[in-house]
C-alpha cells in the first residue's frame, strides 16, 4: 500500500469503516473472525508470530490473545502508522518494526497477512513472498487472506475505499500458486463468508460455504516444507 496513504493513520481506520459498513459490522468484527478461523488451524506452540503489513495495528491486539505464549511482532512500511501502532497497541509482547528489518529478525512459527497482497504490484509479489519464506522457521506457517475478487459484495465494499479503489485484487487460484512457488505447501484454501448483522441468527450456517469459492474473503494456509 503507498506509504503516503497509510501515513493517513488518523484517517484509515474511519474509511475502512465506512466500507464495511455495508455488513453492519466494523473492522474488529471480521478481525476476530478471521484469526480465529486461522487459529484452530494452526500449531498451537507458536512463539513468535508475525504481522506482515500491520498498519496501525489492531490486529496484532487480536493475536496476542489468541496466542498467549507468543510475541508479536507487526511490520510495516510507514513509519507513522507504526508509530500509531506503537502508542496503542505496543506491549511488552506487541512489537512493531520496519518491514526492511525483518531479514534481521530471529525467524518466525506463524506469518500472518491480511489484505496486503493486492496492494503489491504483480511484478513485486513472488519476490515478497520469497523474502517471507526466508522469515519463517522450518515447518512455520504462514495465512495469506485476501479479498475474493469472484465475490460481488467484496468489489463493491473495495470501490467504497478509497485506498482499495486502485488495488489489483488476487484470486485464490494466483495465491495458491505463487504461494507454492516461493516454496510452500499450500495446506489448505477457506473462504469466509460472513451473513449481515441483519441476518445474524443465520450465521451458524457459514462454515458450510468455507470451500464455496465466493465467500467475500478467502485464505490460503500453507507452511515451510521441513
Known sequence: MPEQLFDRAAEYEAMLNRGIGLSGENQEFFIAG???DMRV?????????????????????????????AE???????????????????SARVTFVSISDL??????????????FHHIPPDERQPTLGML????????????F????????????????????????????ETQRRIRAAGFQVLETRFLFYMPKALASLRFIEPLFVKVPLGAQYYVLAHVRH
Open 34 to 36: 478471521r484469526i480465529e
Open 103 to 116: 531479514p534481521q529478525l530471529e525467524p518466525f512459527d506463524l506469518c500472518y497477512i491480511n489484505g496486503v
Open 146 to 173: 485476501e479479498n475474493n475478487p469472484w465475490n460481488p459484495g467484496t468489489r463493491l465494499v473495495m470501490s467504497r475505499i478509497p485506498f482499495d479503489r486502485d488495488a489489483i485484487p488476487l484470486s485464490y487460484l
Open 41 to 69: 488451524r494452526v500449531p498451537a506452540g507458536a512463539r513468535r508470530v508475525l504481522d506482515f503489513g500491520c498498519g496501525i495495528g489492531n490486529a496484532c491486539e487480536r493475536l496476542a490473545l489468541a496466542f498467549p505464549q
Open 72 to 90: 508479536i511482532v507487526g511490520a510495516d512500511l510507514s513509519e507513522q502508522a507504526l508509530r500509531h501502532a506503537r502508542d496503542k497497541y505496543g
Open 133 to 144: 519464506r526466508k522469515c519463517l522457521k522450518s515447518g512455520g506457517h504462514l495465512a495469506l
